[in-house]
């Protein structure tokens, strides 16, 4: 008989018989309501029962098992609010869990842990990273979330709620290595112009780190985003520069239009005959005058002064 080993580097793969990390509904509950009407009746029933028989040795033995009895059953009452759930355990084993709203009763034998299914959301700390072009910028996050499978996030993680903090911190670092600040090439996503792809990017990230703690991501967003202080100031004078080399570019496409359409309309209402040494003068006076910062002081050309 030959015995075979799994290597450890080897992923654990659960069967479908392996449920403690799966939900599943808990069958053990009944409604609260019926046992208590059930216990009163008991506890009368009882009491008449006392009374009704002559004292005897055995009468307080018996009153303080019945005593005992209905403290006993009373532990198994408890109150499931809306979007909250129960997780059931017996002798440290997950049995199931309890997601109906109202009042419900298990055996006391049985251990609950109350879990939360209510959307939260999470604001990450502003997190200083370096964006794909080695630039440092401050970023934050915030991630909307609330859980959807109890088993998972009771039993999988140790601390479900750390985890969603801890895991959307690293994914939103790994989204801002991957992405520049700003853009700078034709059809590149940058995190300051491209919110909402930046925006289901780092949701799907987010979401692949929680499924194993049972968590659903909502949405997630970028809340914070900024240049480091240390290259703020140079950052800004970058951006300052680019936006007036665009409206440069604007400014001499229409120049040039605007030189195009003058000679053209002086050639087609023949109002004066220009050669190319003229229109050449000309165009860069008009260049000069629509390209120019300030306002261009004229100077009129009245020919050559006659000398007496």
């Keep these: 008989m030959t015995a075979t080993t799994t290597p450890r580097d080897k992923p654990v793969s659960y069967s479908d018989e392996d449920v403690s990390s799966r939900e599943r509904a808990f069958a053990g509950s009944v409604s609260g309501w019926v046992v208590l009407g059930a216990l009163f009746a008991a506890l009368i029933s009882a009491i008449v029962y006392f009374v009704s028989r002559p004292p005897t040795a055995l009468l307080p033995i018996g009153i303080a098992l019945a005593v005992v009895a209905f403290i006993f059953v009373t532990k ?16 440290g084993r997950y049995v199931g869990t309890v997601r109906q709203d109202g009042f419900h009763w298990i055996l006391p034998f049985y251990s609950r842990r109350r879990v939360t299914l209510r959307v939260r959301n999470f604001e990450s700390q502003q997190l200083k990273v370096n964006d794909h072009e080695g630039n440092p910028i401050e970023i934050a996050c915030i ?3 609330r859980v959807r499978d109890t088993a998972e ?3 999988e993680v140790d601390n479900y709620e750390n985890y969603v903090q801890v895991q ?11 992405h520049p600040y700003d853009a700078h090439g034709e059809g590149q996503l940058s995190l300051r112009a491209n919110t909402d792809e930046v925006a289901a990017q780092l949701k799907v990230e987010v979401q692949d780190r929680l499924d194993k703690a ?9 809340s914070h985003l900024a240049y480091a202080p240390e290259i703020a100031a140079a950052m800004l004078r970058r951006q300052q520069a680019s936006a007036i080399v665009a409206a440069r570019f604007k400014i001499v496409e229409g120049a040039v239009g605007m030189v195009q359409h003058a000679l053209k309309m002086l050639a087609d209402e023949r109002v004066v005959q220009l050669d190319e ?10 260049m ?21």
């Design 168 to 178: 959307s911190e690293a994914a939103l670092r790994n989204l801002a290595t991957h």
């Design 277 to 286: 040494t003229a229109k050449a003068q000309m165009v860069a006076n008009l």
């Design 153 to 155: 996030a009771v039993f």
């Design 288 to 308: 000069v005058v629509l390209c120019a910062e300030h306002s261009v002081q004229p100077v009129v050309n009245t020919g050559a002064a006659a000398h007496g």
């Design 143 to 145: 991630v909307v979330w």
């Design 214 to 222: 049972g968590v659903e991501v909502i949405e997630a967003r970028i």
């Design 76 to 91: 198994g009452f408890f109150v499931i609010n809306p979007n909250e759930a129960a997780v059931v355990q017996l002798a």
